[in-house]
């Protein structure tokens, strides 16, 4: 009997002019969480595909309990016992939990479905999810950790005994992902085997035992959890060492640039006042819902405001839409980079100047020369790894569709960068790389807004810090003041009870 539940040894996959893995090794003990990581476009998700049956290796085998195994395609992998989780969820939005949980492997009796039986069998694996939900709500009303759920207990309805979790916290909340850690804990000690991929160095130590690292392809090695550094587990991701992670550069902070007063927006927020200077990194955070992203789409004009003004180097502008806000130099990096900041079918050059066409047109024609020009000059300042600037952004790794959107933002005259979590879903590489543009850009003079819930980018980054709870603004602190502790208590001030209520209760 085999030490190991998987095992792949020397696996090789090659598309047109691409080695994506590059003889890759990897083992699974029984009842072992094993986190996966490298920078994007390390090849996990190939991997992934190899081992559930969408791809064939070139080279190498893979085994299961120690015996040779040959894939045809996915339906073989399930029939193994194999189900993957992905972080953007393959699910029927209009179709109900039932259905999607038995999705191609109904119960049926006499060429009839049995969805009572199957109602039930869903409620039951929910059950032990501990889930909120019934299996008759609509897929599509779900949040998506519940959705992620619903992933889970479909694996679990075929009898899954390797589950793979790919990125599955990037979009989860704080407390949404320590009821996925419950949850994933929970299958490991019922006898399943993980392998859990994410960027997050939290995840990993939270659960994993031993993790493996790939780089550009290849296999780099598999450690102890317990017995890895940070500074060695960066070093085995990205290839060098990485001895400042937030390269912040001393900047002079000139004259305030924007300021808003008295800002509100029913239902979202009410009263917020924060300014912006040039050269300065403004952070704005809070918990989850606390309104920050709502007032950044307020100021950039995506959403109507009920009260409130902005100003723009001390006098009053009205935005009423996006393109008012970069007429008058104002600049949005949405959260939701591949639905709301790049067309992805488009080249990387066509998506760089999209927002700046009538500065390369005259009298209808367009000087598609100085637009490739100016776009080649852009994507090679923010360093996007390309070979051309014809490459689709479909094609590029999440760091580098970042940087995309960030020349986008350059590709126009502006004075306000308003990047909102501008590392979300980003290897540690490509995070060490923003901030370096986002240091530059402070020091060429642009007054730049970084909303982020990531805690330590906020204290590396910013030189002033906004914090926001329930709607409202809660706490201001700077830089060499800031702590973890104190951003906290500002962002939870709404459980904390005020003196003058503290009075009134007396």
Not at 66 to 93: C, L, M, N, R, S
Not at 307 to 326: S, T
Not at 330 to 351: A, C, S, T, V
Not at 388 to 413: C, E, P, Y
């Amino acid at each position: 009997m085999s030490e190991y539940v998987l095992e792949l040894k020397g696996i090789t996959k090659i598309f047109p002019g691409v080695k994506a893995l590059d003889k890759v090794h990897f083992q699974l003990k029984p009842g072992e969480i094993h986190a996966l990581m490298g920078e994007n476009g390390a090849g996990k998700s190939t991997f992934i595909k190899v081992i559930t049956g969408v791809h064939k290796a070139e080279e190498g085998e893979m085994l299961l309990d120690g015996t040779a195994v040959h894939f045809k395609g996915p339906k073989d992998a399930q029939a193994a016992g194999i189900a993957a989780i992905y972080q953007h969820v393959t699910a029927y939005p209009h179709l109900t939990v039932t259905e999607n949980i038995f999705m191609g492997h109904e119960t049926c009796k006499g060429g009839r479905i049995l969805w009572k039986e199957m109602n039930a069998e869903a409620n039951k694996l929910l059950a032990e999810l501990s889930a909120d939900f019934d299996a008759t709500a609509e897929m599509g009303s779900l949040s998506v950790a519940q959705q992620q759920m619903v992933e889970i207990a479909k694996a679990l309805s075929m009898n899954a005994r390797i589950i793979i979790m790919d990125e599955p916290t990037a979009a989860l909340t704080k407390r949404e992902s320590e009821e996925l850690y419950r949850i994933t804990e929970k299958l490991r000690d019922a006898g399943a085997a993980i392998i859990f991929i994410s960027h997050r160095f939290e995840d990993m130590y939270r659960l994993a035992d031993r993790v493996t690292v790939f780089r550009d392809s290849q296999y780099i090695g598999c450690y102890d959890v317990n017995g890895i550094t940070n500074e060695d587990l960066i070093k085995a991701m990205v290839g060098r060492e990485i001895k400042d992670l937030f390269p912040k550069p001393e900047v002079q902070i000139g004259e305030e640039v924007l300021s808003v007063k008295h800002l509100s927006r029913t239902g979202y927020f009410k009263d917020v006042s924060f300014n912006v200077k040039k050269g300065e990194i403004l952070g704005l955070t809070g918990l989850v819902g606390a309104g920050r992203t709502e007032v950044c789409e307020t100021i950039f004009g995506i959403y109507g405001q009920d009260n409130g003004e902005v100003f723009l180097n001390g006098k009053k502008v009205n935005i009423h839409c996006p393109q008012d806000a970069m007429d008058l130099g104002i600049g949005y990096l949405p959260e939701d980079r591949q639905h709301q900041g790049l067309i992805l079918d488009w080249g990387i050059g066509r998506n760089i100047t999209l927002s700046t066409l009538e500065q390369y047109s005259k009298h209808g024609w367009l000087n598609e020369k100085k637009e490739r020009e100016v776009a080649k000059e852009l994507a090679e300042r923010v360093d996007t790894k390309a070979n051309t600037i014809f490459v689709k952004a479909s094609a590029l790794s999440g760091g580098n569709q970042q940087k995309v959107v960030v020349a986008k933002l350059l590709a126009s005259d502006l004075k306000v960068i308003i990047l909102d979590e501008p590392t979300k879903g980003v290897d540690v590489g490509a995070k060490a790389a923003i901030y370096e543009i986002m240091g530059e850009l402070a020091k060429s003079g642009y007054a730049i807004i970084m909303v982020s819930s990531e805690m330590p980018e906020i204290l590396g980054m910013c030189d002033r810090i906004t914090v926001m709870c329930d709607g409202k603004v809660t706490g201001e602190l700077m830089r060499g003041e800031a702590t973890q502790e104190l951003i906290l208590e500002s962002a939870m001030a709404k459980h904390k009870k005020t003196n003058q209520e503290v009075q009134e209760v007396k």
